[in-house]
């Protein structure tokens, strides 16, 4: 078994916010070298974040980096309500939250994740449906827009009305840890650590959640550093572009480079394994025609629950111009 056993402070201190300077490129603003304070989260979905910062892009495009690492997006948006951080990628009830709790702005739909999100359940109970998690000990992180998606849409599809389960209420980094003890009977982790229990044979996906929502996930920035920074913007838009080229073009490099960063947090996983669970990412940054109608429903069920104060002004939280501008400039 290779089961991840770091504990949590472990993993944070060595996750934990750290300056990375790059070196002089093309500045977004003559004369001037602009720091950019990245978070993002350390499962699957900040990956290409994480490879952005590691792949020298940025540094083409003129820009410094100071990298925040969380376990999930919704302490990222937390982190920027704060103005503590700049920039941070989550998916859309996170960034819909951010909006209304301090004005965050979509800058660029960054990828697809739904199949990178899961219901596992331990293979020694041979769960296979969702209605079979009645009375069942979860793990789930609340707040996480996996944590939302699945108490409000996922489970009620199946009749589970809260209640129904017992809630754990814990990281997605430790979630396999927990199955392998056999403290929670399942969970709603992400990648890498979905691939990470299959293939341990700890536990099996009873289900994605692409059947249930695609999961687009955002590069938010906070409205502060839009207004003062309109050039670097473009320029950090920039580098995404040349991102997606990446893991299109080259995307044994990318792995390499992702597949790095677990194995140093003391995480097992063959590079196979890995190359499983990246491939679940749909990685290309830029905004669909399809994405208001899609926002508005996610906008609604929070509203429901209670937990924004106002569907948002779209026009507000997201800026396809900007994009338009760093493909122009490109």
């Known amino acids: ?98 909006h209304d709790k301090g004005g965050m702005i979509g800058i660029a739909q960054i990828e697809y994740v739904g199949k990178t999100a899961a219901v596992l359940a331990r293979k020694d109970l041979n769960i296979t449906k969702l209605e079979e998690l009645r009375g069942k000990k979860i793990g789930n992180q609340v707040g996480a827009s996996t944590g939302n998606i699945f108490s409000d849409t996922i489970a009620p599809s199946a009749g589970l009305k809260k209640g129904d389960w017992q809630e754990v209420r814990m990281n997605v980094n430790d979630m396999v840890a927990a199955l392998a003890a056999k403290t929670i009977d399942a969970a709603v982790p992400v990648e890498p650590y979905n691939a990470i229990a299959e293939a341990d044979g700890i536990a099996n996906i009873v289900t994605d959640f692409s059947p249930y929502d695609k999961m687009p996930v955002f590069m938010a920035a906070t409205p502060d550093f839009i207004e003062k920074n309109p050039k670097a913007v473009i320029a950090y838009l920039q580098a995404w572009l040349d991102v997606a080229k990446d893991f299109k073009e080259q995307p044994r490099k990318v792995a390499e480079v ?73």
């Open 258 to 330: 992702i597949h790095g960063f677990y194995t140093e947090k003391g995480y097992k996983m063959s590079p196979e394994t890995f190359q499983k669970a990246l491939a679940r990412v749909e990685v290309n940054p830029g905004f669909p025609t399809d994405l208001v109608p899609y926002m508005q429903q996610q906008a609604e069920v929070l509203l429901r629950e209670k937990k924004i104060s106002a569907i948002p002004d779209w026009k507000k939280v997201l800026r396809p111009d900007l994009m338009e501008k760093a493909r122009a400039a490109s």
């Open 1 to 98: 078994m290779t089961t991840n056993r770091i504990t949590r402070r472990n993993y944070l201190a060595g996750t934990g916010a750290s300056l990375v300077v790059a070196g002089v490129g093309i500045s977004p603003s003559a004369g001037q070298e602009m720091m950019v304070r990245q978070g993002y989260q350390t499962n699957i979905w900040g990956m290409p974040t994480y490879y952005l910062m590691r792949s020298g892009l940025l540094e083409k495009r003129g820009l410094k980096f100071q990298e925040f690492a969380v376990p999930s997006g919704n302490l990222t948006m937390q982190q920027m309500v704060a103005r503590q951080v700049d920039l941070g990628t989550y998916a859309a009830q996170s960034l819909i939250l951010g």
